[in-house]
């Protein structure tokens, strides 16, 4: 569950740079800060994929 929480965590806190840049000047276009949030966004979806394929055989094997 920790891992699900992390990875989503990841996910959403990656775009914070990216949405402050843009607050600040709407027609900047911080190309690379884009690319960040999209690489951090998929780090934190995969390490969230992870805990719950984890949590989810954890489960089963209960049952």
Known sequence: MIA???GLFIAIA???PL???EARGP???PI???LLA???SIVGGVIAL???V???RRAYRRA
């Open 14 to 16: 990656s775009w914070v």
């Open 32 to 34: 690379v800060l884009g």
């Open 38 to 40: 999209f690489a951090g």
């Open 27 to 29: 027609y900047s276009m």
């Open 50 to 52: 992870i805990g719950l």
């Open 19 to 21: 949405w402050i840049v």
């Open 54 to 56: 984890r949590l989810v």
């Open 4 to 6: 699900v929480a992390v």
